[in-house]
């Protein structure tokens, strides 16, 4: 499956911006499916997943309350709702797709990035304070 991340771009602080995890070539709906961002000289992190087990999400600490992730199975997307943007928000988000229907739960998916088989190519988020 390709995977296309659009919707990054500049905001200010206390902004929002959604981000949107295209596919092509299958169905998301029953792939476990997360959201990861890397800023400069750190590690890439998991923001927010959401497993095919029930569609269970999971929300980093640092992104919880303001970030919201879910399915648009009509678009074959997965968006992500980015709320009270803040400036350590910024870096560039990556969408990943787990391809062999594995099923754990959103929690292990975020901090697994290995279980991820299929990427996309990151958009940048940028916040201003």
């Known amino acids: 499956v390709q995977l296309q991340a659009s919707g990054g771009g500049s905001v200010q602080s206390g902004g929002s911006l959604r981000l949107s995890c295209a596919a092509s070539?299958?169905?998301?709906?029953?792939?476990?499916v997360g959201w990861f961002r890397q800023a400069p000289g750190n590690e890439r992190e998991g923001v927010s997943c959401?497993?095919?087990?029930?569609?269970?999400?999971y929300y980093a600490d640092s992104v919880k309350g303001r970030f919201t992730i879910r399915r648009d199975n009509a678009k074959n997307t997965v968006d992500l709702e980015m709320n009270n943007l803040k400036p350590e928000d910024t870096a560039i988000y990556y969408c990943?797709?787990?391809?062999?229907?594995?099923?754990?739960?959103?929690?292990?998916?975020?901090?697994?990035?290995?279980?991820?088989?299929?990427w996309g190519q990151g958009t940048l988020v940028t916040v201003s304070s």
């Open positions: 990943a797709v787990d391809m062999t229907l594995a099923s754990y739960t959103s929690s292990y998916y975020c901090n697994h990035l290995f279980e991820f088989d299929s």
């Open positions: 070539g299958r169905s998301l709906a029953r792939y476990a």
């Open positions: 959401i497993s095919p087990r029930d569609d269970n999400t």
